[in-house]
């Protein structure tokens, strides 16, 4: 059972997501925040095939970038602390739409996830305007900035919601790091480093080249 879930990680968390999908339609009225959350789901399905699967490649280069060998058996297995965190996100906003907290820390993974995606161009020496995932990313990026002046125009959140979600999104977002880089074998605290070090030999390569 424990090598199915792993190897089926990411087709396992695509049903779950659209049973969750189907629930949500059955509940009228949805709420505008639930409604945004809706969205923001079935671009997360769409994001992770796009980033996994077609194309793919986002785990390729980051892997390249730290010169570390990550075998499809890991690939697998890594995504699912990702589906994890990304269930947890849509199934709590969804659930408490009316806590802007949770809203924020949902609108500030969806902005994070389309700027990553755009510097991960400059960062990786990309020859393409692309990076496996981009294109649902930056659609995220568009629902999350859509939440956040639905919710400053209609004075939804206090000024600790605005601090204290995106802080939420960080802290959850980096224990999901953290036991990703333990699956393949690296300290968490070891990564900037790594990165720093590895994307300094890539720059070189690529201004020889």
């Known amino acids: 059972m424990g ?24 509940i009228d009225p949805l709420s505008v925040v639930q409604k945004f959350v809706v969205v923001s789901t079935a671009l997360f399905i769409l994001h ?3 980033e996994n699967s077609y194309p793919g490649g ?6 390249r970038a730290l010169q570390f060998q990550v075998s499809d058996d ?8 990702t589906s994890v965190f990304l269930i947890a996100m849509s199934v709590i906003s969804f659930v408490w739409d009316d806590m ?3 809203t924020m820390a949902l609108a500030t993974f969806c902005i994070f996830e389309g700027v990553v995606h755009i510097m991960g161009i400059k960062i990786f020496q990309l020859k393409k305007f ?31 919601d605005y601090t204290f979600g995106p802080l939420l999104f960080v802290v959850c977002f980096m224990m999901m790091q953290k036991t990703l880089t333990m699956m393949i074998g690296i300290r968490y605290r070891d990564l900037p480093k790594m990165m720093k070090q590895n994307l ?10």
């Not at 990411?10 to 629930?23: G, K, Q, R």
């Not at 568009?142 to 919710?151: A, N, P, S, T, W």
């Open 74 to 81: 890991l690939k697998r297995a890594s995504r699912i602390p």
């Open 130 to 160: 692309y990076t496996p995932g981009m294109v649902t990313a930056e659609l995220e990026l568009v629902i999350g900035v859509g939440l956040i002046v639905y919710l400053v125009k209609n004075d939804l959140g206090a000024w600790y």
């Open 200 to 209: 300094k030999k890539l720059r070189e390569m690529s201004s020889k080249e």
């Open 100 to 102: 802007p907290i949770f």
């Open 3 to 26: 090598k199915f879930i792993k190897y089926y990680a990411l087709e396992i968390y695509s049903v779950i997501s659209l049973i969750m999908l189907v629930c949500a339609a059955m």
């Open 58 to 63: 986002f785990i390729d280069i980051f892997s």
């Open 48 to 50: 992770e095939w796009e």
